[in-house]
């Protein structure tokens, strides 16, 4: 069955290191999207990607980048690890270009920065 | 951008009774509208959704409304059961756009 991964699925780092977060999907969607998740504030979107080599900057993009180089993968880097970015961490994705599209999500990655 | 707004931000209702989340939006080009529930440690999955040309639609105990003039649209959960006890997200999305913007979320507390 097709599905939507993320690794780790929890992750302890110390601040001003690197850190990458995997996204894996193999439903072929062209959308895929990060969010963060904190109390009292929902799902703040990071950053989205279209398709293979595009990217685009979200609500909540200051810290953070992705790179596009597959379909299937979307990996957000935090550059350098703020105690600000300990967070639950959704990847999704959803088909097509248009609007009316179900976002599918992975099961979250919890990452706690020190 | 889009802006939605979402109310309350908590409701605890008894077991039986009925529940309703209300969520505003700002821009007018909107036309799809997704309901999300995240089970506690949880992904959010989708529950019901409405198009903009659609006033009102019903799956079963759930049902969600939408007024295009007032640029609202709400969920109903009737007979509500302990297992409804989850956070609710609404989101809007408009025309050519592939993301959402969501809703802070309700968590409703369905009491046995």
């Known amino acids: 069955d097709a599905e939507i991964t993320q690794s780790p699925r929890h992750k302890i780092t110390e601040t001003g290191r690197q850190v990458t977060l995997a996204c894996h999907q193999t439903w072929n969607h062209n959308n895929m999207f990060w969010y963060r998740q904190d109390l009292g504030h929902g799902l703040r979107l990071i950053h989205y990607?279209?398709?293979?080599?595009?990217?685009n900057k979200g609500e909540v993009s200051d810290g953070y980048s992705v790179s596009r180089s597959n379909t299937e993968d979307l990996p957000l880097t935090l550059e350098s690890a703020a105690s600000s970015q300990t967070s639950v961490y959704f990847c999704a994705s959803s088909a097509g270009t248009g609007s009316y599209n179900e976002q599918f999500f992975g099961p979250g990655t919890r990452l706690t920065v020190l | 951008g889009e802006n939605v707004e979402q109310h309350p931000s908590t409701l605890s209702v008894q077991e039986g009774d009925s529940a309703v989340i209300k969520c505003t939006y700002s821009d007018s080009a909107s036309n799809y509208f997704p309901w999300y529930k995240q089970e506690l440690g949880k992904r959010p999955q989708l529950i019901i959704d409405?198009?903009?040309?659609?006033g009102e639609k019903k799956d079963q105990r759930i049902a969600v409304t939408l007024n295009k003039t007032a640029k609202h649209f709400s969920l109903h959960i009737t007979e509500t059961q302990p297992e409804d006890s989850a956070v609710y997200f609404c989101?809007?999305?408009?025309?050519?756009?592939?993301?959402?913007?969501f809703g802070d979320g309700t968590t409703l507390t369905v009491k046995p």
């Open positions: 990607s279209y398709g293979v080599h595009d990217t």
């Open positions: 409405i198009r903009s040309n659609v």
């Open positions: 989101a809007a999305s408009w025309p050519g756009a592939g993301k959402s913007t």
